[in-house]
């Protein structure tokens, strides 16, 4: 039976290096999401940061700020949703599509 645990812990040690070498290789990658027709693109990190944000200057309009803040808060959202989809579909290879909860 220790034999049968050892292996376990094997296991369980090759799984977070390959998810910590895929977390690492994920902060090098960028996803981009746009809003308004392209008129605001965000680009984030796989490992979710915010790395640039392109507003065009005809959607810069002063009495209307409030559809800049709206476009601004949709791209980046998006953004973060695609590198966060990107993150657990790249560790699911690694996990078998198991749910370990705190892991990503």
Known sequence: MAKGLGNIMKQAQQMQQRMARIQQELEGREVEATAGGGMVTAVVSGKMQLLSLKIEKDVVDPEDVEMLQDL??????????KSQEMMQQEMGKV????????MF
Request: proline share 6%.
């Open 72 to 81: 601004v808060t949709a791209a980046v959202n998006e953004a973060l949703k």
């Open 95 to 102: 996990t078998g599509g198991m749910n370990l909860p705190g």
